[in-house]
Every structure is written in structure tokens, then in C-alpha cells.
């Protein structure tokens, strides 16, 4: 399990790192992109997080 709580880590992180990018961003492609960027990592820990909860339950 503790490679999964890695990942969702991981994906955590990156979230964070492309939302401050986007932040600091001053061109609006590039903003946009970490934007769309981040939410998809974003999901990508709330899929892991389901995965977690359910090998845990299991």
C-alpha cells in the first residue's frame, strides 16, 4: 500500500506545482495548459484515493 500512498503523493505534488506555474504564468496558453494540467492530476489523486479506500476495505 505504501506505493500507492507514493503516487497519490506524487500527484499531489504535481497538482500543487503546476497550479502555482499557472499562477506565475504570464502568458495565457501556457496558463490555461498548467491549469487543465493540474486538474487532471487532480483527478488523478482522487482516483487514487478510491483506489486506496478500496484495497483498504477489502
Given amino acids: 500500500m505504501t506505493e500507492l500512498h507514493d503516487r497519490l503523493e506524487r500527484f499531489e505534488t504535481l497538482t500543487a506545482e503546476c497550479e ?22 487532480r483527478q488523478l489523486a482522487v482516483d487514487m484515493r478510491k483506489a486506496i479506500a478500496t484495497k483498504a476495505a477489502a
Fill in 20 to 41: 502555482l506555474i499557472a499562477k506565475l504564468a504570464t502568458d495565457s496558453t501556457k496558463r490555461e495548459f498548467y491549469l487543465r494540467l493540474s486538474e487532471q492530476y
